[in-house]
C-alpha cells in the first residue's frame, strides 16, 4: 500500500464547475500538507500549504486538512480552462523524525477543464 | 518571490557523456536542496536531498557515483549525470526550501534530459 493515495483521474469538468481533488494517507507522522499544480513539461507550481488540520482559502483554491480521517482536499471554485493541469498533493513529516524535509507525493489526478 | 531556476531548460547528448544540471534560488538562501526524477505520466521520485556544505544523501537505488551531486553554496546545487545511458532520459527536477520560511519545498522548472 502507498503511503500517499491520489486518483489519478483523468477528471474533465465544464468550466464554472467546482472540482474536489483528494488524497488519503497512512502515515500519522504528516504534518505538512502540500498542493502542487504541474503543467505539462514544467515543474510543480505550490498552490496551497498548510501544517495540521484545518482549512485554507486563497481565492478560488481551499484546501482542507483532517487529520483523524487522513484525508486531504482541495477545492477549486469556479473552474477555467486555465486550471487544466496535473494536480499533487504532497506531505511531509514533522520535525525530529528520519523523515523530516522529505515530501511524498501522491500520483497526481489530471484534471482537464473545458470551455 | 521564491523562484528557482534552472539551466539548461533541455538537453540532448550522446551515450557515456556527462552532463551537468544546475539548480539555483534566485530570491533566497536554501540550506536544503532536492533533486527529483520524473517519467511521463508518473509522479515525481526524489533521488537524494542535497545539504549546503555536506554530502548528499541518496534514497535507496539511486546510484551516488552516477548521479553527482554538489551543493556548494546557499544558492545552488548541481546533479552531474555521469557515463549517461538512453535509461538516464528522464525529466529532472530541483527543488528547494527556503532556511527562513516554512516549510514548503519551491520547484525548478525541470531540465529534460535525452541521452541518445
Known amino acids: 500500500q502507498k503511503e500517499v493515495e491520489q486518483d489519478p483521474g483523468p477528471l474533465s469538468v465544464p468550466e464554472g464547475a467546482i472540482v474536489s481533488l483528494n488524497c488519503t494517507y497512512s502515515n500519522s507522522a504528516f504534518q505538512y500538507f502540500m498542493w502542487y499544480r504541474q503543467y505539462s513539461r514544467k515543474g510543480p507550481e505550490l498552490l496551497m500549504y498548510t501544517y495540521s488540520s484545518g482549512n485554507k482559502e486563497d481565492g478560488r483554491f481551499t484546501a482542507q486538512v483532517d487529520k483523524s480521517s487522513k484525508y486531504i482536499s482541495l477545492f477549486i471554485r469556479d473552474s477555467q480552462p486555465s486550471d487544466s493541469a496535473t494536480y499533487l498533493c504532497?506531505?511531509?513529516?514533522?520535525?525530529?523524525?528520519?523523515?523530516?524535509?522529505?515530501?511524498?507525493f501522491g500520483q497526481g489526478t489530471i484534471l482537464t477543464v473545458h470551455p | 518571490g521564491a523562484v528557482v531556476s534552472q539551466h539548461p531548460s533541455w538537453v540532448i547528448c550522446k551515450s557515456g557523456t556527462s552532463v551537468k544540471i544546475e539548480c539555483r534560488s534566485l530570491d533566497f538562501q536554501a540550506t536544503t536542496m532536492f533533486w527529483y526524477r520524473q517519467f511521463p505520466k508518473q509522479s515525481l521520485m526524489l533521488m537524494a536531498t542535497s545539504n549546503e556544505g555536506s554530502k548528499a544523501t541518496y534514497e535507496q537505488g539511486v546510484e551516488k557515483d552516477k548521479f553527482l551531486i554538489n551543493h556548494a553554496s546557499l544558492t545552488l546545487s548541481t546533479l552531474t549525470v555521469t557515463s549517461a545511458h538512453p535509461e538516464d532520459s528522464s525529466f529532472y527536477i530541483c527543488s528547494a526550501r527556503d532556511r527562513a520560511g516554512t516549510e514548503t519545498q519551491y520547484f525548478g522548472p525541470g531540465t529534460r534530459l535525452l541521452v541518445l
Open positions: 504532497a506531505m511531509m513529516a514533522n520535525a525530529g523524525g528520519t523523515s523530516y524535509g522529505k515530501l511524498t
